[in-house]
């Protein structure tokens, strides 16, 4: 087979895997405990940021559980406890408002958005409104800002359902929450998350080993002193050759 008919049959090869993953879909999440047989489950209790300073809330969080496989935007605020009477969230946790005494001013990010630092297949996370709010919430996956799957549906502070996400076949990086009031206009519901299931691994950064940088340097020392033999016996010879 040719070069050419070679290339022709992996042309065609990638356009049928484009042709099947354009077919493929994302299926909402409603339920009390997420995916099934998550990969990783973000908790939040594996970081503790530091205190921000006095009469000025909660803690801003953007990227620090990036190597979690999770980061905010624009960003949401750390609560060291759940709120009450949430099912499926204690402990640490995250909310989309944040009260600063100091400036006299409240923060309330809606919509906001929970993104995969790998994309995933399958994700989901607990999220409820707070105060007891009944309300209607859109949820959509997102994949490099193009959507991919969108559902609305109920949300409130009691609802034991709660847990809500996409699992299927069509890869996301992002998920976006967004409430219907602040959609018409209306305000914009408190709100808090935890438990961040992920269905996808999250690869590890390599990090430098001074074991393994002395190794490498070790054999980078044995490959240059054998080149500089080989070297050494080239010319050698051929000084002998040249002096007969």
């Keep these: 087979m040719s070069i050419l008919q070679k290339l022709s049959v992996i042309t065609a090869g990638a356009a049928i895997v484009v042709g099947t993953v354009g077919k493929a879909q994302a299926i909402a999440i409603i339920s009390s405990t997420g995916i099934s047989n998550p990969n990783n489950t973000v908790t939040f209790s594996e970081f ?19 190597s979690f496989g999770v980061t905010f935007s624009p960003n949401l605020f750390y609560r060291s406890a759940s709120p009450a009477n949430v099912p499926n969230q204690s402990g640490p946790s995250l909310r989309n408002f944040n009260t600063n005494p ?10 906001f958005s929970v993104l995969f630092t790998t994309p995933q297949t399958s994700a989901a996370f607990s999220y409820a409104p707070t105060g007891g709010v009944l309300s ?8 490099n800002g193009v959507t991919v799957e969108s559902f609305t549906t109920s949300t409130s502070t009691a609802a034991t359902n709660n847990f809500y996400g996409f699992t299927g076949t069509s890869s996301f990086n992002e998920i976006e929450v967004f409430s219907s009031l602040a959609a018409a206009g209306d305000g914009s519901i408190n709100s808090s998350i935890d438990n961040i299931q992920l269905g996808s691994a999250t690869p590890v950064p390599f990090e430098f080993s001074p074991g393994l940088g002395l190794l490498a340097l070790g ?26």
Aim: glycine share 4%.
């Design 48 to 66: 503790t940021p530091p205190t921000p300073p006095p009469n000025t809330g909660s803690a801003s969080i953007t990227n620090q559980y990036a």
């Design 219 to 244: 054999a980078w020392g044995a490959i240059s002193q054998l080149t500089n033999k080989v070297r050494n016996r080239k010319s050698s010879a051929f000084s002998n050759i040249a002096s007969n």
């Design 136 to 143: 209607a919430t859109t949820f959509t996956a997102l994949l």
């Design 102 to 111: 100091s400036a006299g001013t409240t923060t309330i990010f809606d919509p």
